[in-house]
C-alpha cells in the first residue's frame, strides 16, 4: 500500500531562496527553509530521520543546526525533543555550517523525513511516513550574522 505522500511537496519552502550566511566578508554557511509534512504538526522528537542533500550530495548532519520556536538544535537533538512543537504553518530555518557558503546560482536540494504519528499509537505501535521533497532552489545574496 503506497504511504500518504500529499503534504510532501511543502517540505522545502520555495518562497525564500537560499541565502548564504556572512560575517563580515567570510560566508560560513547558509540557510534553508522547510516546513512540516502533514496536516498537524508534530514533536520534534517524533521525526525519526532528517537528511539535506544538496546537488546529490548528502549534507553531514553535525553541520546542519535546526532552527524552530527561537531555539536551536543539531539535527542528532531533535529525538530528545520531545516538549518542542512544530506547528504546521511554522517554518524551519535550517542552518548548514559550510565555509564558502554555496556558489551563487541554482541549486537542486532533496529533503528526505522519516517522521512517527504520535496519535496513532495503539497497540505498541505506531504509524511511521517516509516523506521526500526536491526542488531547484537559487542562491541570492547572503544575509549578514
Known sequence: MAQFQAYNKLIISAAENIRNRVAGHAKLGYEIYCRYPSYRGTYLSCIENFELFVDGKR?????????????????????????????????????????????????????KIKHRIPYTGYFGSYLVLDGSDTKVLQVKGGCTV
Do not use: M, R
Open 59 to 111: 549534507v553531514p548532519d553535525n553541520t546542519i543546526y535546526f532552527h524552530i520556536n527561537g531555539k536551536q538544535c543539531l539535527i542528532s537533538q531533535l529525538k530528545e525533543l520531545y516538549l518542542e512543537y512544530w506547528f504546521i504553518l511554522d517554518k524551519a530555518k535550517l542552518l548548514v555550517i559550510k565555509d564558502g557558503g554555496l556558489e551563487e546560482g541554482n541549486h537542486e536540494v532533496t529533503i
